[in-house]
Nanobody
C-alpha cells in the first residue's frame, strides 16, 4: 500500500514561484516505483501530465512547462518535489502527485492559484 500526501500549494502572483512536495509512505521506499510524478487539472479541463520521474532518474515534462518547472526526488526522505517558477494564471489548477507501482496511486491534490 502506498500513500501520497502533497503540500506546498497556495496563492501566488504571476511571475512568482512555488515548491510542491509529495511525501510517500511506502514499505520499500520510492525507489521501488516504476515512475512517479505530477499531473494537474484545471477547472473544466482534463488532467494533464506535468512531469514524470522514471525509475532510473530520467525526467519528462509536459510541453507547456517550457523549462519553468523542475521535478526532483529525495530518496532518503521518500519525497518528491516540483519547483515551479515564472508561474502564469494558466498554471492555476489542482496538482496531484502519483506513483506507479503495480497500480497507480494518487495524492489528494493541492491547489495552486496564480493571480494576474
Amino acid at each position: 500500500q502506498v500513500q501520497l500526501v502533497e503540500s506546498g500549494g497556495g496563492l501566488v502572483q504571476a511571475g512568482g514561484s512555488l515548491r510542491l512536495s509529495c511525501a510517500a509512505s511506502a514499505a520499500s521506499g520510492i525507489l521501488q516505483f516504476n515512475d512517479m510524478g505530477w499531473y494537474r487539472q484545471a477547472p473544466g479541463k482534463e488532467r494533464e501530465l506535468v512531469a514524470t520521474i522514471m525509475k532510473h532518474g530520467t525526467t519528462l515534462y509536459g510541453d507547456f512547462v517550457k523549462n519553468r518547472f523542475t521535478a526532483s526526488r529525495d530518496n532518503a526522505k521518500n519525497t518528491m518535489y516540483l519547483e515551479m517558477n515564472n508561474l502564469t494564471p494558466e498554471d492555476t489548477a489542482i496538482y496531484y502527485c502519483y506513483a506507479n507501482y503495480i497500480t497507480l496511486y494518487w495524492g489528494q491534490g493541492t491547489q495552486v492559484t496564480v493571480s494576474s
